[in-house]
C-alpha cells in the first residue's frame, strides 16, 4: 500500500509538497487551517494569531522564470515580477493542473503531532487535528511540515528603553496593511529589511515624514540589471557561483562590493553595511534610493531611548514629533503542534540537518519544507528539498548516521555565520546553486555539465552562462521533463512577451548568433578546465 504522508499548510511549501508525494506515489493529506490556498501569498485585511500575512502591496522579489516550479513555468503573459494576487492565481492554476485541491483538508488546525508508541520500528505519527470544533486524530507513515516561518512576530520591545512612555501608536509590520490612514504622519520604521524598505516607501508616499532606522545598514538592491533584464537573471548563474567558490575571499568581498554599489553609493546614502565583508542577502527596492535623494525618508542609526514623543538615536540626533513606530525586526520560529524533542527551537536556533530532518530520530520520516532563506527564490528551493524528502519517506535515498548529520549540522552553521554573519535574519541563510546542487545530488537530478557539453553543446552554454532556473533540474534523473529543454531556451522570450505592449517598426540586427555560439562553448571548456584545477 502507498504510504500517507501528512502535509501541514498550503502555501507554497505545502503545494509543492503535495505535487512531489503524488509524483512519487505516496497518498498525501494536506491539512490547512484557512479556507483557502496561497498561505503568506494570500493577503487578508484581518488575520488571526498563528498565521502568516503580508501587505497589500507586496511584490517578489524574484522573477517569474526563476520562481516557479521545475515542471511548470509561469504564463508568458504573467509579468516579470509578480504582485501577490498573480502569485495566487499561479497557485490556482498549479492545483488545477495536477488536481491537488481533493488532497486538501480546509479549517482544519494541526494541534499535535507525536510519535506512535511503535515509532522506533514503523516510524509513524499521529496527527491530532481540529476541525468545526471537533478533535480528529489519524495515523501516517510522514509528515511534512510546511507551515512557513512568517506568523510569530519578533517584537523585541526590551531593547527600546522608553517604549512604555511613548504615546504614539506602534505595531509590528506583519500588522501593516496599507498606506491610507497615515497622512500626515512623522513615522519612524525600524529595521531595513525587504518588509521595512517596502513599508517606508509606500507611507512616504502619505507621510509628513519617514524615518528609517538601522543598526548596521544593508544593501539595497534594484530588480532591474543591465539592459532592463531581472536582477537574478543575471545573477543567479552557475559561471558567478563557480568564481563566487574558487575566487579568494578578499576578491569576491570586493566583487560583491563593486556589484552592491553599481546603482548608487551605499555611504553616500547613509546604508553601507557595516560588515561589508559579508554576503548578506541585500533588501530589494527600486525606489528606496530616490525616496532618500529628495528627502521622503531619512536614513538614521539605531535607537538607544524613546520618550513620549521623540526618539533618540546612537550618533546622538533626535527626531521629535513621532507619531508611529513600525517594527520591522522580523520573526522568530515555532512549532506549536511539535513537542521540542522532536524539532527544538533555542534562541531561534533550529538544528536540522541540511535544513530539514531531526537528525535524533531514529527513523527519517519527519522534514521541514521551506524553512530557509536562499539568495534566491524560496519556491524552487522548496520543491526541491521536498523532492529529496519524498524520496528518502519512499526508501530511495537514506539519511547518514546521526554523528554524520550533527557534524554536518556543526560545520554547517560555522560556514553560515562566517559568510553571513549571525543577526536573526541570517539563521537560515544559504548560498542558492550550491545548496540546490547539494539537494539534487541525493535524488540524481544535478546536471550532469560535462556530459552535457558533447551531448547538447547549445543547451550546455545556457545551462552554464545562464539564470539557473528551476528547469536545470529536470534534464535528467528522476522527475525528468521533457520540456525542460525547450524551456531553457525559451526563457528570454517569456521574459520578453510582457514587455512588448506596444509594436515597433523592425530593424535590421546582423547574424552574429553563430559566432556567440562558437564564443560560448569556447567559455565552458575554459571554465571546466579553470574550474578542474581548483578540485
Known amino acids: 500500500m502507498a504510504k500517507k504522508v501528512a502535509v501541514i499548510g498550503a502555501g507554497a511549501s505545502g503545494l509543492i509538497s503535495l505535487k512531489c508525494c503524488v509524483d512519487e506515489g505516496l497518498t498525501p493529506t494536506c491539512f490547512e487551517r484557512t479556507d483557502d490556498i496561497g498561505g503568506l501569498w494570500k493577503f487578508k485585511e484581518n488575520v488571526e494569531d498563528g498565521l502568516a500575512c503580508?501587505?497589500?502591496?507586496?511584490?517578489?522579489?524574484?522573477?517569474?522564470?526563476?520562481?516557479?516550479f521545475s515542471d511548470f513555468p509561469m504564463p508568458e503573459d504573467f509579468p516579470n515580477f509578480l504582485h501577490n494576487s498573480k502569485i495566487l492565481e499561479y497557485f490556482r492554476i498549479f492545483v488545477k493542473k495536477f488536481d491537488l485541491l481533493k488532497y486538501i483538508q480546509f479549517q482544519t488546525?494541526?494541534?499535535?503531532?507525536?510519535?506512535?508508541?511503535?515509532?522506533?520500528?514503523?516510524?509513524?505519527?499521529?496527527?491530532?487535528?481540529?476541525?468545526?470544533?471537533?478533535?480528529?486524530?489519524?495515523?501516517?507513515?510522514?509528515?511534512?511540515?510546511?507551515?512557513?516561518?512568517?506568523?510569530?512576530?519578533?517584537?523585541?520591545?526590551?531593547?527600546?528603553?522608553?517604549?512604555?512612555?511613548?504615546?504614539?501608536?506602534?505595531?509590528?509590520?506583519r500588522e501593516y496593511k496599507k498606506p491610507e490612514g497615515f497622512d500626515g504622519k512623522h513615522i519612524l520604521v525600524i529595521g531595513i529589511g525587504n518588509s521595512a524598505a517596502d513599508i517606508a516607501v509606500e507611507l512616504s508616499t502619505k507621510a509628513a515624514q519617514v524615518f528609517i532606522s538601522t543598526r548596521q545598514g544593508s544593501w539595497v538592491i534594484s530588480r532591474i540589471s543591465k539592459h532592463g533584464y531581472p536582477l537574478d537573471m543575471v545573477l543567479r548563474t552557475r559561471f558567478r557561483s563557480m568564481l563566487q567558490n574558487v575566487l579568494?575571499?578578499?576578491?569576491?568581498?570586493?566583487?560583491?562590493?563593486?556589484?552592491?554599489?553599481?546603482?548608487?553609493?551605499?555611504?553616500?546614502?547613509?546604508?553601507?553595511?557595516?560588515n561589508k565583508y559579508l554576503m548578506k542577502i541585500p533588501a530589494v527596492n527600486d525606489d528606496l534610493p530616490s525616496r532618500i535623494l529628495y528627502g521622503a525618508i531619512k536614513v538614521k542609526s539605531r535607537v538607544v531611548?524613546?520618550?513620549?514623543?521623540?526618539?533618540?538615536?546612537?550618533?546622538?540626533?533626535?527626531?521629535?514629533?513621532?507619531?508611529?513606530?513600525?517594527f520591522a525586526t522580523g520573526y522568530t520560529y515555532s512549532f506549536p503542534f511539535l513537542e521540542d524533542s522532536l524539532v527544538k527551537v533555542e534562541d531561534n536556533m533550529v538544528s536540522l540537518y541540511k535544513y530539514m530532518f531531526p537528525s535524533h530520530l531514529e527513523k527519517s520520516t519527519l522534514a521541514c519544507i521551506g524553512l530557509i532563506q536562499p539568495q534566491g527564490s524560496i519556491f524552487p528551493t522548496a520543491e526541491m528539498q521536498a523532492r529529496w524528502a519524498t524520496r528518502v519517506f519512499k526508501g530511495l535515498c537514506t539519511l547518514p548516521s546521526e554523528r554524520t548529520m550533527m557534524e554536518d549540522i556543526i560545520k554547517r552553521n560555522k560556514r553560515r555565520i562566517d559568510l553571513f554573519g549571525n543577526n536573526l535574519s541570517q539563521i537560515f541563510q544559504t548560498h542558492y546553486i550550491d545548496y540546490l546542487d547539494e539537494l539534487a545530488a541525493e535524488i540524481g537530478a544535478k546536471p550532469d555539465l560535462l556530459?552535457?557539453?558533447f551531448r547538447d553543446p547549445k543547451l550546455a552554454v545556457k545551462v552554464y552562462f545562464g539564470p539557473c532556473s528551476s528547469y536545470q533540474y529536470r534534464l535528467e534523473g528522476p522527475g525528468k521533463w521533457e520540456g525542460a529543454r525547450s524551456a531553457i531556451l525559451s526563457?528570454?522570450?517569456?521574459?520578453?512577451?510582457?514587455?512588448?505592449?506596444?509594436?515597433?517598426?523592425?530593424t535590421f540586427n546582423f547574424p552574429v548568433s553563430f559566432l556567440l555560439q562558437i564564443l560560448g562553448l569556447l567559455a565552458v571548456a575554459l571554465a571546466f578546465v579553470f574550474q578542474l584545477q581548483w578540485y
Not at 305 to 314: K, N, R, W
Not at 319 to 325: F, G, L, S
Request: charged residues 25%.
Open 305 to 326: 531611548e524613546l520618550t513620549e514623543t521623540s526618539a533618540i538615536f546612537e550618533d546622538g540626533t533626535v527626531e521629535k514629533d513621532i507619531d508611529v513606530i513600525v
Open 248 to 274: 579568494p575571499r578578499r576578491v569576491r568581498t570586493w566583487m560583491w562590493e563593486r556589484q552592491m554599489n553599481r546603482w548608487f553609493n551605499h555611504e553616500y546614502y547613509g546604508l553601507e553595511p557595516q
Open 109 to 173: 488546525t494541526v494541534l499535535r503531532v507525536k510519535k506512535r508508541p511503535d515509532f522506533s520500528s514503523s516510524g509513524q505519527w499521529e496527527v491530532i487535528t481540529e476541525s468545526k470544533g471537533k478533535e480528529h486524530s489519524a495515523v501516517f507513515d510522514a509528515v511534512l511540515v510546511c507551515n512557513g516561518h512568517h506568523f510569530k512576530p519578533h517584537l523585541p520591545l526590551g531593547s527600546y528603553p522608553g517604549i512604555e512612555r511613548f504615546k504614539g501608536q506602534y505595531f509590528h509590520s
Open 491 to 506: 526563457q528570454e522570450k517569456r521574459l520578453l512577451k510582457p514587455l512588448k505592449t506596444r509594436a515597433l517598426a523592425p
Open 451 to 453: 556530459s552535457l557539453l
Open 54 to 68: 503580508i501587505y497589500q502591496s507586496v511584490i517578489t522579489n524574484t522573477s517569474k522564470e526563476m520562481s516557479c
